[in-house]
């Protein structure tokens, strides 16, 4: 059931995370989506957090950040 992606397109990934965490931390939360994604409107950012944000902390790792896009 693992969908992990590999080779260039974790590469993108990484850069895509990396471009959204801000700060550097290791973790995209709400706002830093927001700050990225300045157009999504904030119910669609809650919808992300509640189905990406597997583990329940508020923030995505990069973890989930790649199960949430890699799925399809
Ligand atoms: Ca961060
Ligand atoms: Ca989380």
Same mark, same amino acid.
């Given at each position: ?21 801000? &700060? =550097? !931390? ?5 706002r830093?989506?927001? %700050?990225? /994604?300045?157009? #999504?409107? *904030? ?7 509640? &189905? =990406? !944000? ?8 990069? %973890?989930? /950040?790649?199960? #949430?896009? *890699?799925?399809?």
């Amino acid at each position: 059931m693992s969908t992990e992606p590999t080779g260039e397109r974790l590469t993108e990934l990484r850069q895509e995370f990396a471009a959204i965490d801000t &700060d =550097g !931390d290791g973790y995209i939360t709400e706002r830093e989506l927001g %700050e990225r /994604f300045p157009g #999504l409107p *904030a119910e669609a950012i809650g919808s992300l957090n509640r &189905d =990406g !944000d597997s583990d329940g902390d508020g923030r995505f790792s990069f %973890e989930e /950040f790649v199960r #949430l896009v *890699a799925r399809d």
